[in-house]
Antibody
Framework: EVQLVESGGGLVQPGGSLRLSCAAS????????MSWVRQAPGKGLEWVSA????????YYADSVKGRFTISRDNSKNTLYLQMNSLRAEDTAVYYC?????????????WGQGTMVTVSS | DIQMTQSPSSLSASVGDRVTITCRAS??????LAWYQQKPGKVPKLLIY???TLQSGVPSRFSGSGSGTDFTLTISSLQPEDVATYYC?????????FGPGTKVDVK
């Protein structure tokens, strides 16, 4: 069964840091690009970042560029999102998602999400 | 960056009705357009990609069309389980922007 399981969410103060992880199983992880998508409480979906299968190509939304870093460890079948300089507006459920194939693609598999709350 | 808009923002229809949701891109995106369904409290689900290709396992009452800047998602016969918010997303190039969503209710 293809599965994505996020972890690492929690409560953090403004200006703080957090690293999210997404453990993948049931498919050849290194063959697929992956993305992070977030959803603030009661709001719509916002694409955050994407990374190619090899990890050599990355993209970021303007809202997180320079503060967030996406990475992957294909030997561990795990996707990461390092989040620094967190702001209240980063409060959201963060989903990892598997791209259909390419780094710029639709998302066919989603994790259950992990909640990040930025508050003092 | 290319902006995505959707209309209407919400709608209410009867079971069995034909429902159409429109998504518009501010610039042409060829057919690099996906549609997702998010039921209340659930994870988004891919319905359609490449503007008109039905994802495996998705009921055939869902269909998509369009190219360039104008796209539609059609539910041919609305069912109670279709209550959800529907999002379009462009993926021709980053940023992979989502539309604001259309909330669909059953009367």
């Amino acid at each position: 069964e293809v599965q994505l399981v996020e972890s690492g969410g929690g409560l953090v103060q403004p200006g703080g840091s957090l690293r999210l992880s997404c453990a993948a199983s049931g498919f050849t992880f290194s063959s697929y690009a992956m993305s992070w998508v977030r959803q603030a409480p009661g709001k719509g979906l916002e694409w955050v970042s994407a990374i190619s299968g090899s990890g050599g190509t990355t993209y970021y939304a303007d809202s997180v560029k320079g503060r967030f870093t996406i990475s992957r460890d294909n030997s561990k079948n795990t996707l990461y999102l390092q989040m620094n300089s967190l702001r209240a507006e980063d409060t959201a459920v963060y989903y990892c998602a598997k791209d259909l194939m390419w780094v710029e693609d639709a998302f066919d598999i989603w994790g259950q999400g992990t909640m990040v709350t930025v508050s003092s | 960056d290319i902006q995505m808009t959707q209309s209407p923002s919400s709608l209410s229809a009867s079971v069995g009705d034909r429902v159409t949701i429109t998504c518009r891109a501010s610039q042409g995106i060829s057919n690099y357009l996906a549609w997702y369904q998010q039921k209340p409290g659930k994870v988004p689900k891919l319905l359609i990609y490449a503007a008109s290709t039905l994802q495996s396992g998705v009921p055939s009452r869902f269909s998509g069309s369009g190219s360039g800047t104008d796209f539609t998602l059609t539910i041919s016969s609305l069912q109670p389980e279709d209550v959800a918010t529907y999002y379009c997303q462009k993926y021709n190039s980053a940023p992979l922007t989502f539309g604001p969503g259309t909330k669909v209710d059953v009367k």
